[in-house]
């Protein structure tokens, strides 16, 4: 190849091979005096440490042995005397090297063979770190490409610069390319692999079909209209969360483009793909009664703890809001980050008439009181025997056909029940071996510490070494499925920030912390509560992923 080559054709192939791999020229020379110098080393010995120098401008090549100096010479193909080192350069000394000009090689077939070979290797790794370092910037972006082959489900696609592929589960459902169809993707990862960078596309990311959207529509290429959340079932159906920063602007409209032109467009590239357009809304439940649409929702029940939401429908949209196979209501679960349960009206008809049931049931038993006398409690709203039992005694007196003595009487039973349920929980407590000194707790009732208790919390110590999801549990989402843990306490009403406040108390009676470690622990947080607002009002536009 080059080797055999004059001087010219030397660096007309480096320039030619830098053109073709769009590499520096200065790789390809540096690869071809590689080249020369291992051929040399095959023909010198391979223990000589051989240079090769190629001139960029005339293509001249010089070789070079180098000598190490040393006070006694073994190897006189590696090493000099000093005296002799000294002779040709007065500046010599120990452990310098001096270099002895070679005779001009004659490659043979073998050895020029082997050179290729290093040149090859040597372009090839220059052309994977060009291509790595252009393309890992590129994340986010959408390519345009041209199918080069497809094998075991998987596309590859040349993208002029670089080699792309899009992964069997990263194609949308029933989509078949063949080699030679232009195609379109989006960049999701790039790796640097052993076999060079290796850039992943996506076809059912739901950032491709943002980006789609930004390329269609010129409000939100220029950020006038923001997309908040995207949630897909690729290939059947999208919802995607659209919010515009001018009032005078529709930002469901502009999407949808006239005659639903904009829209169209993405829906063509995306194989047909049903997209629902959803206006966003800080309020979490406006915003999830729109992502249900086209299902009409009745009334919704939010439990922000846990971010939950009851959504009530009419009986004849139970279906609509479900979807066919649960589509609808998974894809408005993905979109807004909350769990959502679908009920009817006569079920939560149902499930209410039950909880009356329950709760006069309760007050029957526990204050020894007559069925009406229950009902009547449940009616005014009382929901536990606590509530009964220290609210305003007014509360209680106000109820038609109750009095004063009935309502002290009611009340006087309730606070005897309390008694004597904590006297029975306190002996359980005992009975589990949880010790008196996680008493001092504050927050800490003793329903808690017998939950505690069964939990193998036993001590103050135990307490100081949980976080608090081993309090109140938490929740993992995966897949677009949101799945709840439960925590020692997770049936106590118990809230993050009063179970964090408890294991920090633990600690410090523990002797973990000091009051100074929690005091300055405390401010750290206040500050890294204002950092983060700060950092939600500044980052106010990113797209987020549903």
């Known amino acids: 190849m080059a080797i055999s080559a004059n001087r010219l054709e030397l660096l007309q192939i480096a320039d030619a091979v830098a053109r073709e791999k769009s590499i520096?020229?200065?790789?390809?020379?540096?690869a071809m005096e590689d080249a020369i110098q291992k051929a040399a080393r095959s023909r010198y010995g391979t223990e000589t440490e051989v240079r090769a120098e190629i001139n960029s401008k005339t293509g001249e090549i010089r070789l070079q042995r180098l000598l190490q100096v040393v006070e006694t010479v073994e190897n006189v193909s590696t090493e000099i005397s000093i005296e002799d080192a000294q002779a040709r350069n007065p500046e010599a000394t120990l452990g310098d090297y001096i270099a002895e000009p070679l005779p001009p090689l004659d490659f043979g077939r073998i050895a020029a063979q082997s050179a290729k070979q290093v040149i090859v290797q040597k372009v090839r790794e220059a052309e994977r770190d060009r291509q790595y370092d252009e393309f890992k910037d590129r994340i986010g972006e959408v390519v345009n490409g041209v199918v080069k082959r497809a094998e075991y489900g998987n596309v590859i696609v040349d993208l002029g610069r670089g080699e792309g592929i899009v992964r069997r589960d990263e194609l949308i459902p029933r989509e078949a390319f063949r080699t030679g169809d232009r195609i379109r993707a989006y960049i999701y990862d790039v790796r640097r692999e052993q076999r060079g960078p290796q850039i992943f596309l996506s076809r059912t990311h739901p950032q491709f079909m943002s980006k789609l959207f930004a390329q269609e529509v010129p409000?939100?290429?220029?950020?006038?209209?923001?997309?908040?959340?995207?949630?897909?079932?690729?290939?059947?159906?999208?919802?995607?969360?659209?919010i515009s920063k001018d009032s005078s602007i529709d930002p469901v409209g502009a999407c949808v483009g006239m005659r639903g032109s904009r829209v169209q467009a993405v829906v063509g590239e995306l194989q047909g793909e049903k997209i629902d357009i959803i206006p966003w809304n800080d309020d979490p439940a406006t915003f999830i009664v729109n992502a249900l649409q086209p299902a009409e929702v009745a009334k919704v029940v939010l439990d922000e703890d846990a971010e939950?939401?009851?959504?009530?429908?009419?009986?004849?949209?139970?279906?609509?809001a479900i979807g066919r196979r649960g589509q609808n209501v998974r894809l408005a679960s993905q979109l807004t980050g909350w769990a959502i349960d679908i009920m009817t009206e006569q079920e939560e008809s149902e499930r209410r008439q039950?909880?009356?049931?329950?709760?006069?049931?309760?007050?029957?038993?526990?204050?020894?009181?007559?069925?009406?006398?229950?009902?009547?409690?449940?009616?005014?709203g009382f929901a536990?025997?606590?509530?009964?039992?220290?609210?305003?005694?007014?509360?209680?007196?106000?109820?038609e056909g109750?009095?004063?003595?009935?309502?002290e009487e009611i009340q006087a039973r309730a606070r005897d029940y309390l008694d004597e349920l904590e006297a029975k929980l306190d002996q359980e407590r005992r009975d589990l071996?949880?010790?008196?000194?996680?008493?001092?707790?504050d927050g800490l009732t003793t329903a808690m510490l017998v939950a505690l208790g069964k939990e193998d919390i036993k001590t103050v110590e135990d307490l100081a070494g949980c976080a608090a999801d081993d309090l109140v549990g938490?929740?993992?989402?995966?897949?677009?499925?949101?799945?709840?843990?439960?925590?020692?306490?997770?049936?106590?009403?118990?809230?993050?920030?009063?179970?964090?406040?408890?294991?920090?108390?633990?600690r410090l009676a523990a002797g973990w912390i000091t009051e100074e470690e929690l005091a300055s622990e405390e401010a750290a947080d206040e500050d890294g509560d204002d950092d983060e607002a700060a950092g939600e009002e500044a980052s106010e536009g990113v797209i987020l992923n549903g």
């Open 433 to 441: 071996g949880v010790s008196d000194d996680l008493r001092s707790i």
């Open 354 to 380: 039950k909880e009356f049931q329950e709760r006069s049931q309760l007050f029957m038993e526990a204050l020894n009181v007559d069925e009406m006398v229950g009902q009547l409690l449940a009616t005014e």
């Open 474 to 506: 938490w929740s993992e989402r995966k897949d677009g499925e949101t799945k709840r843990y439960e925590g020692a306490l997770s049936g106590c009403d118990l809230s993050r920030a009063d179970a964090e406040a408890m294991v920090m108390a633990a």
């Open 402 to 407: 109750f009095d004063d003595d009935t309502a």
């Open 308 to 320: 939950r939401i009851e959504v009530v429908v009419p009986d004849e949209q139970l279906s609509l």
């Open 219 to 242: 409000e939100i290429y220029d950020g006038v209209i923001e997309i908040r959340a995207v949630a897909r079932d690729p290939g059947s159906r999208a919802k995607i969360a659209v």
């Open 24 to 30: 520096d020229r200065g790789i390809v020379i540096t």
């Open 384 to 399: 536990s025997v606590e509530e009964v039992a220290y609210v305003d005694l007014d509360e209680i007196s106000m109820i």
